[in-house]
């Protein structure tokens, strides 16, 4: 399944979610290299061609599902949804529907109004309902505290508190989460309608 094969675009209650395009470069790249932004991914500064390229990429990449946030026809961020391979298998067709790894990114100026929460649950439920992975992880550093309320208000459950094992070339080692929650939980409540 490709990003082409989930049914874009998806609205929530406020947002646009929609794959990229071409005129949503500029946009991506202002947002992505803000020190707000960064000071929370494991990159700082990224190169403007590396990480267009990326989106180009996740347009036809099968495994890729990843998407553009609008409000009212403004980019205010994005969503990333990549499947990965189960432990200790490759991508083949039994194993590559297995985990997806769930990420968001937005525009400070938009932060605080519950636009991440509202993204990443419709995210979970395209993982879940479409591309039809078994599980969903998500990992933030330890000190970015609305990123990790985000996947509580979505039920996932903390599954790992690694002390000191990330590096931030700005921070240095610092702590990080993981976080997951199967199918079978986020089919027990829709967690679109309390994100």
């Known amino acids: 399944m490709t990003s082409t094969d989930v049914t874009w675009p998806r609205r929530t209650e406020r947002l646009l979610l929609r794959p990229y395009l071409d005129a949503d470069a500029d946009r991506?790249?202002?947002i992505r290299n803000q020190p707000d932004v960064w000071r929370w991914l494991m990159k700082t500064r990224v190169d403007p061609t590396e990480l267009v390229a990326g989106w180009e990429k996740s347009v036809t990449d099968p495994h890729d599902h990843s998407a553009v946030i609008e409000l009212?026809?403004?980019?205010?961020?994005?969503?990333?949804?990549e499947v990965e391979d189960g432990m200790?298998?490759?991508?083949?067709?039994?194993?590559?529907?297995?985990?997806?790894?769930l990420g968001y990114v937005i525009d400070p100026a938009y932060a605080g109004r519950g636009f991440a929460g509202e993204?990443?649950?419709?995210?979970?439920?395209?993982?879940?309902?479409?591309?039809?992975?078994?599980?969903?992880?998500?990992?933030?550093?330890?000190?970015?505290?609305?990123?990790?309320?985000?996947?509580?208000?979505?039920?996932?459950?903390?599954?790992?508190?690694?002390v000191e094992d990330?590096?931030?070339?700005?921070?240095?080692?610092?702590?990080?989460?993981?976080?997951?929650?199967?199918?079978?939980?986020?089919?027990?409540?829709d967690w679109r309608t309390t994100a």
């Open 119 to 162: 993204a990443a649950a419709e995210m979970v439920a395209v993982a879940f309902e479409e591309v039809g992975v078994r599980r969903v992880t998500a990992g933030c550093f330890a000190d970015n505290t609305p990123s990790w309320r985000i996947m509580e208000s979505l039920g996932m459950r903390r599954e790992q508190h690694g």
């Open 72 to 81: 009212d026809g403004t980019v205010i961020g994005w969503v990333n949804l």
């Open 166 to 189: 990330s590096w931030h070339s700005e921070l240095g080692w610092v702590d990080g989460y993981t976080y997951g929650i199967l199918q079978r939980e986020w089919h027990e409540r």
């Open 88 to 101: 200790g298998q490759d991508r083949t067709e039994a194993s590559q529907r297995v985990e997806a790894l």
């Open 28 to 30: 991506l790249v202002q």
